[in-house]
């Protein structure tokens, strides 16, 4: 069935004061001539709102080998923020942006740690980012007012830790109202940048009103200028000159700042719900054993002869309600021992995210450790399954 979001009007809030006005409605305008401001250092914890959506396709790294091993839940450790931001880090963000937040470990996550991109991007953002995601991208939602597993202090340790690895000192970016061409800044964008960042480009897709209502014309002018070493981003200060970034600046400005939100879900876990499908079906053929993958086009002949299985959707919760296989049941990547029990160890089942394999990987790997035999990946992931027209489903029921 075909996915469908309400809209929201969120123009560049500040993050601690968006998570709050989702508890009071689904919308509020907000001005767009200033620049977002950090979140306070001290803030209850919020009610509810929401976004985004999964989704896109990218070479992802070998899934054999181990992922992190799971920490103990972060509100039980003792501690500064940054260090349960790094425990917090390590069990759920590893596996797209490396260890060190170097990135690009799966489906082009971005390196959080270059250092151009710490010394110009604001708390602020970072906590946004974290909240709410990137819609159309496989950035989920983790905030739990979005259905995501974490709670506001959780967020703000995670941007605590991942400022620890800032080298420079923060700029003094030029906030400038754009003063450019427009219509030159497009013509610039579609030669110089589509091809990494337009809507269906491989890296951070910055035509989105998402990643849009939260930056700030400093933050874009100085990535243009000093691009992002050592990673495929040029500086474009020789190339384009001044009055070149200007321009693109500019026709960024202008596009629209209006995010697509959810309404306010019930935060994880979900219940496992029925398994498995196909209770009195006979045995899928053609599946291959984790660390081997299954295609797609496997899994879907098999689930059309009815034949018996669990598929688990490995992504974070909000993922999972904004658009899952139909029948799938939701098994987080990053916490899923207490499903265990309730897995049946005699019936395959298929893990899949959309990355496309680093977070399945991830699960498939702690069901083996766990004793589960009949497990394998989706090879292609979710991208693929939609794609092809296979049956999905929106909400938190299988």
């Known amino acids: 069935m075909p996915l469908s979001m309400p809209r929201v009007f969120m123009l560049r809030v500040p993050f601690a004061l968006a998570i709050g006005l989702g508890a009071i409605a689904l919308g509020a305008a907000c001005s767009r001539s200033k620049p977002a401001q950090d979140p306070p250092s001290q803030a209850a914890e919020p009610r509810a709102n929401g976004t985004p959506r999964p989704s896109t396709e990218s070479p992802a790294p070998a899934i054999g080998a181990p992922p992190p091993k799971p920490q103990v839940p972060a509100v039980e450790i003792a501690g500064s923020p940054e260090q349960r931001g790094r425990d917090l880090y390590a069990r759920m963000c590893v596996v797209c942006h490396g260890e060190h937040g170097e990135g690009y470990k799966a489906d082009q996550a971005t390196a959080l740690a270059q250092p151009d991109f710490l010394a110009s991007v604001s708390d602020n953002f970072l906590g946004f980012s974290i909240a709410f995601g990137r819609p159309g991208t496989t950035m989920s939602a983790w905030y739990t007012g979005a259905g995501g597993p974490l709670s506001f202090p959780e967020i703000k340790a995670l941007t605590a830790f991942i400022r620890t690895w800032q ?30 960042h337009g809507d269906a480009a491989p890296n951070v897709r910055i035509l989105k009103q998402h990643f849009l209502a939260h930056t700030t014309p400093g933050f874009l002018r100085y990535a243009l200028q000093t691009g992002r070493p050592p990673t495929a981003m040029p500086s474009y200060r020789e190339t384009l000159g001044d009055q070149g970034i200007e321009d ?7 596009l629209p700042r209006v995010i697509d939100a959810l309404a306010p879900s019930r935060p994880p876990p979900i219940p496992l719900g029925p398994v498995p499908l196909n209770a009195k079906g006979s045995e899928p053929r053609g599946f291959q054993a984790y660390p081997k993958m299954t295609s797609v086009a496997v899994v879907s002949e098999q689930l059309a002869r009815k034949a018996r299985m669990v598929v688990a959707d490995a992504r974070v ?10 029948g799938a049941v939701s098994v987080p990547f990053y916490e899923p021992e207490p499903y265990f029990a309730k897995l049946p160890k005699s019936t395959w089942i298929v893990c899949y995210c959309g990355c496309p394999h680093a977070e399945s990987g991830a699960l498939a790997h702690k069901l083996a450790l766990a004793g589960f035999t009949k497990v394998t990946v989706l090879d292609e992931g979710l991208g693929e399954w939609q794609s092809k027209g296979h049956p999905m489903r929106e909400g938190r029921a299988p």
């Open 167 to 196: 080298t420079q000192p923060s700029k003094s970016l030029n906030e400038a109202e754009p003063h450019g061409d427009v219509a030159q800044g497009k013509v610039v964008f579609e030669r110089e940048c589509q091809r990494c």
């Open 248 to 254: 693109v600046v500019t026709y960024l400005w202008s």
């Open 317 to 326: 919760p909000s993922d999972y309600e904004r658009g899952h296989i139909a």
